[in-house]
């Protein structure tokens, strides 16, 4: 088998890309409004991905499919939730209605003082779940530290009879550390935020290789021409990070170089995911507002690129990588969009974050009230966005309800643009276009 050279290059996301960054009504979500039930009212929810099989589709056991999420008892100040993060999973047999499950680890005691974002496949054949997590911090530290590194947990499998249930032995190992040359060390870094999270696993349907992609920092150094030798850019430096994988042991990880970089332009391309259509990778990660280097303005957002095979050369999806965002008046009202294919779409998963918020700045958030804090963050699923794709274009074709996660094959509603080229091609029931 042919293996990516160790001197490839990273495909880049430019400063010239960025700005080009504009809110538009098809990169605009609509206004988010509350629930009249919270998935689980006992717990904060934000990170979420659903159970997949290993080839990347959305897994069905016993007519029931599987979310995983990062949650935080709901009393708990919204803003300190990232310190206690645990995994719980919910299940639903219509895709809408979510049960709460428990613990995904049960009794194990997973890698980390806490757990961050991950992914989780489901293996029909064998049975055998995996969680792929991002160990954040040392179990019985005394003090947090923001230490990270990738980890699986395996071993478990998955048992329906009055509800479903993860049952283990679980068997918690680190899958893998920076290397201080592709990847940047917490030592190296000089930046806002420190990263190396996000395990995702992928299988790539044109060969069968199985890969980890995840969250990374580029190691720049002091006056690097890759900066302009500009100190204060040194600290905008995410990329997106590969690892060799295996299905057969979940242990095995060889770090490749970067598949992305945002040198100068942005600290953080949080949750990387690859959805595969018709010859396509479309490489999405979800960033923030501040991450952005400075003379940049972006948003909280969705961003991708495509490419036309795994490796690259990945280009911005719609000229800036901007795919989808939070209106002007609501800025911070989703956030860690999670992209997957559905028929001729692709759909799009969020949380509910702050809403009837429209400062400048999350850091804001801290000079509300408590009560006013616990108000206005969702710490829900997010209505599901609907994206068109056509080749390196995508636009917002609808929405569906908070948490509504559909299957390949449900039939969902019609959308307004499936009205009109309906109408334009059948013509209303005078005879005439209808228009």
């Known amino acids: 088998m042919s293996l990516p050279a160790d001197d490839r290059e990273p495909s880049r996301w430019t400063r010239d890309h960025v700005r080009r960054l504009e809110r538009t009504d098809e990169n605009t979500a609509p206004i988010i409004y509350p629930p009249t039930e919270k998935t689980d009212p ?22 029931y499919r599987v979310v995983v999420a990062l949650t935080a008892p709901s009393d708990l100040l919204p803003g300190k939730r990232h310190d206690v993060a645990t995994h719980r999973f919910y299940y639903s047999a219509d895709g809408q209605n979510w049960t709460p499950g428990g613990d995904a680890f049960g009794a194990s005691g997973p890698l980390g003082s806490r757990q961050w974002a991950g992914s989780a496949t489901y293996d029909p054949e064998t049975g055998n779940v995996r969680l792929y997590y991002t160990a954040a911090g040392v179990r019985d530290e005394a ?78 150094l002091e006056g690097s021409d890759a900066c302009g030798g500009d100190p204060a850019q040194q600290e905008f430096n995410g990329s997106v990070g590969i690892a060799r994988a295996s299905r057969e042991d979940p242990t095995e990880c060889e770090l490749l170089p970067p598949l992305l970089d945002a040198v100068r332009v942005n600290q953080e391309l949080e949750r990387p995911h690859v959805v595969y259509r018709e010859g396509t990778y479309y490489l999405f990660v979800a960033s923030h507002r501040h991450t952005f280097a400075p003379g940049l303005d972006g948003y909280d957002a969705l961003y991708g690129f495509a490419a036309d095979s795994l490796f690259g050369e990945y280009e911005p999806l719609n000229g800036s990588g901007l795919v989808a965002t939070n ?109």
């Open 42 to 63: 006992d717990n904060h929810i934000w990170d979420t991905w659903l159970l997949r099989t290993p080839e990347g589709d959305v897994a069905e056991v016993d007519g």
């Open 143 to 220: 003090e947090l530290s923001y230490t990270q590194h990738l980890a699986v947990a395996h071993g478990g499998s998955i048992r329906v009879d009055d509800g479903v249930h993860f049952d283990g032995p679980w068997h918690h190992e680190s899958l893998a550390h920076p290397d201080g040359t592709w990847y940047e060390r917490e030592e190296q870094s000089r930046g806002m935020i420190y990263t190396f999270r996000d395990p995702w696993y992928f299988e790539d349907p044109e060969t069968g290789e199985a890969y980890v992609l995840f969250e990374a920092n580029t190691p720049v």
């Open 327 to 435: 209106p002007s008046n609501a800025p911070f009202q989703a956030y860690s969009w999670l992209a997957y294919g559905h028929r001729d779409e692709i759909l799009v998963t969020s949380f509910f974050n702050y809403y009837d918020y429209d400062r400048p700045s999350l850091d804001d958030v801290a000079h509300l009230s408590e009560a006013e804090q616990f108000r206005r963050f969702g710490g829900t699923l997010a209505p599901t966005l609907r994206l068109g794709v056509d080749g390196r274009r995508t636009w917002i074709r609808g929405t569906l309800d908070h948490g509504h996660l559909p299957t390949d094959g449900e039939t969902l509603p019609e959308t307004e643009d499936e009205r009109v080229a309906r109408r334009r091609e059948g013509g209303d029931a005078r005879g005439g276009d209808g228009y």
